[in-house]
């Protein structure tokens, strides 16, 4: 079963729990791999400048929404067993973790390419405002 989170920082999500979550839902399905990705918080812009800290805002309902719809659309690949996305709010520093997503799939290629898409989905499709504290000031991205 598809899963999308969209959870405040301080909340503590476990990345090992939800890929727990997964094994446990997939017991007994013909799945090969799970694949994962952590993204996180880079210590440098794309232009060099020192990032001090993130600050990511979102309209919840509309949030939460979306990152269901998106678990749910990579779900129905062929060979996807399950998903679950997680994306996090709030503000954070370099290093730490803002996004996991898990997938169950029944071979590696096909889990890579819906990791692929997953990914994409999330970067372009929640709606989620991010503000990059710098060495040389604060912007929304």
């Known amino acids: 079963m598809p899963i999308g989170i969209i959870v405040r920082k301080e909340e503590n999500i476990d ?24 993204g996180i918080v880079r210590p440098k812009t794309l232009d060099g400048k020192k990032v001090e800290k993130l600050e ?4 919840e309902e509309y949030a939460k929404k979306a990152v269901n719809e998106i678990a749910e659309s990579i779900s129905k690949i062929n060979g996807v067993i399950d ?4 994306h996090k709010y709030g503000i954070f520093l370099p290093g730490e973790e803002v996004l996991y997503i898990v997938i169950a799939a029944e071979r590696s290629e096909i889990a ?3 990791m692929k898409i997953a990914l994409n989905k999330a ?9 990059e504290y710098t060495s040389e000031g604060a912007y929304w991205i």
């Open 15 to 38: 990345f090992y729990n939800l890929i727990n979550k997964i094994k446990n839902n997939i017991e007994g399905k013909n799945y090969g791999v799970i694949i994962t990705f952590t």
């Open 56 to 59: 990511y805002e979102i309209f």
């Open 83 to 86: 998903v679950i996305i997680c």
């Open 112 to 114: 890579i390419e819906a």
């Open 123 to 131: 970067k372009h499709e929640i709606p989620i405002w991010k503000k």
